[in-house]
């Protein structure tokens, strides 16, 4: 089954096959693309696209993506546009960057991005590299936002 996973009114998750359905997007009134793969086509629509070209293997890093795709999310909602993130079977890739997003523009908790996502998409399954630059992510936004414990 195609389907677009929403995570919120802006956001959508999901694998290459349904984000690659012009009247998916059509339907959903996606704006932007977020390809988080190297091998996985565009959608044929006219929309925005940004690719971010990594395997799904934990050594690779994803972590340099989180703020230049969380923000182009922000910056397509604020307009008034939506996104949909997606990977070839849309369980780590994707959701590891939608969690970034959550964390840095929602303000939510590594734990509360992750059950955000999997709730909208409970498939996502996040590979342990992503999970611990998620988590240094976390601090990261932690020290931006002043948080610090000391």
């Known amino acids: 089954m195609l389907q677009l996973c929403q995570v919120t ?7 290459a096959r349904s984000a690659c359905s012009d009247e998916l997007l059509r339907q959903e009134a996606v704006t932007l693309c977020i390809n988080v793969s190297k ?4 959608p044929a629509t ?8 990594v395997y799904d293997e934990p050594g690779q890093d994803l ?3 989180f703020d230049r795709c969380a923000d182009a999310i922000q910056k397509e909602a604020d ?3 939506r996104s949909v993130v ?4 849309g369980r780590s890739r994707s ?4 969690i970034a997003y959550l964390m840095k523009h929602r303000g939510l908790t590594l734990a509360e991005a992750s059950q955000k996502v999997k709730t909208a998409r409970h498939v996502i399954d ?3 590299g992503f999970v611990s630059q998620l988590q240094r992510y976390e601090q990261e936004l932690k020290k931006r936002r002043g948080e610090t414990e000391s």
Request: proline letters at 11%; hydrophobic letters at 30%; one cysteine or more.
């Open 86 to 89: 997606y990977c070839k079977n």
């Open 39 to 42: 091998q996985q086509p565009f």
């Open 79 to 81: 307009r008034g546009g």
């Open 95 to 98: 959701a590891t960057i939608c």
């Open 46 to 53: 006219g929309v925005a696209k940004l690719q971010v070209p």
């Open 9 to 15: 009114k802006a956001l959508f998750i999901s694998n």
């Open 126 to 128: 996040p590979n342990p």
């Open 63 to 65: 972590y340099s993506h």
